[in-house]
């Protein structure tokens, strides 16, 4: 068995190209739509018409909703920012209302634009308010927000942003969807290989000799398991150490959960290559296995925004679905073994279902 891992590994060394290549995909793709939408940044507020105490003001209400997204700052020094491309949106605030200057990189203007609105239009009622009540606005303020405190009417709303709804991190979807989805070509291609020996001839001459024919199969799988999940845990520790992507604070935890997925995996390659003829074949067939899990499954897009039923529906039957719903529940959520075990369970299911289909179909058809 080790001289067959041994003759594997060696082959990899002399031809890397592909491996390479998939690390290098993963990595650009990841950090590319990643790292341009998480980027956080901080707006700067000025006006040349308002006190800067009723700048202060409003800019205090505005971070309420974020903090630290929102800072006063003097004119000059907020088009500084914008040239600089250290801000991408710079408010100012006028007399009659606010100006937006944004740039061709600010992707969240719409949000800002509706946050400020919202504040304004408040700030306005409370001071319309205080000039009929003859009072400070401070002091409307306060006893408005004294009475919303026991309002007569609840009204519950859940947004993307709530502990109880969705939370959408563009890292971490980026980074586990590319890094899945990419780990599907390398895992079953190296799994392939059993296929390649088959029509070179060398697995007949491998089942004669004294070694069994199941350490055979165990010395393909575990090769194929230490490619994938190498792959995985480099570009994982890649993000963790060069982009400070901090997993949740579980970084252990997920490279653990990533196990099942390339166990499901090198067994859905094993199926492949049971019902499969030809390398050729397989190399045709894997684009379209990966990409259509991808897609159904989530690694591109949040699984979250999708409401088409049969869409759902199919996104069950494939393993990257309840890998994603793993990595992101621990990484985005905080979720704990407890809540990881039924998706989990699914994969190992799904991997030991396909891994029997798979081994004895091969069997029957290849002999």
Sequence with gaps: MRAILWAEFRQVLRRPTMYLLMLLLTVLFAAAFGQKVTQDWTIPVFSEEMDQEEVDRLVERL???????????????????????????????????YRLLATDRATDVSMVEQLVRGTL???????????????PPEKVEKEVAEYLKQPPLMLSVTTFRTEEGFRYDAQAQAVFGMTLFYAIYTI?????????????????????TPVSRARIFFAYLLFGFLLGYG????????????????????????LLLCIPYVFVTIALGICLCAF??????????????????????????????VSNDVLLFLSKLVPI??????LKGVAVYGWGWREVAEPMTM?????????????????????
């Design 231 to 254: 792959e995985i845990a480099l570009i994982f520790t890649l993000f963790r150490t060069a982009f400070r992507m901090d997993f949740g604070g579980s970084f252990g935890m997920v």
């Design 347 to 367: 994969l190992v299911a799904m991997g030991v279902i396909l891994m029997g289909i798979g081994i004895h179909v091969m069997e029957k058809r290849h002999g």
């Design 121 to 135: 239009e408040q700030q306005r009622w409370i001071k319309r308010a205080a000039e009929q009540l003859n009072q």
């Design 321 to 326: 679905t309840y890998a994603m719903e793993m």
């Design 188 to 208: 079953t291609y190296t799994v392939s290989r059993i296929l390649q020996r088959k029509k070179e001839g060398i697995w007949d001459r491998m089942i004669i």
């Design 276 to 305: 499969i003829r030809s390398p050729q074949h397989l190399d045709a067939a894997v684009p379209l296995l990966a990409i259509s899990s991808a897609m159904v499954g989530g690694a591109f897009w949040p699984i979250e925004i």
């Design 63 to 97: 971070n309420g909703y974020k903090p630290d997204s929102f800072e006063a700052v003097e004119a000059d020094e907020a088009l500084r920012k914008i040239d600089a491309g250290e801000s991408v949106i710079a408010l100012e605030l006028t007399e009659e209302g």
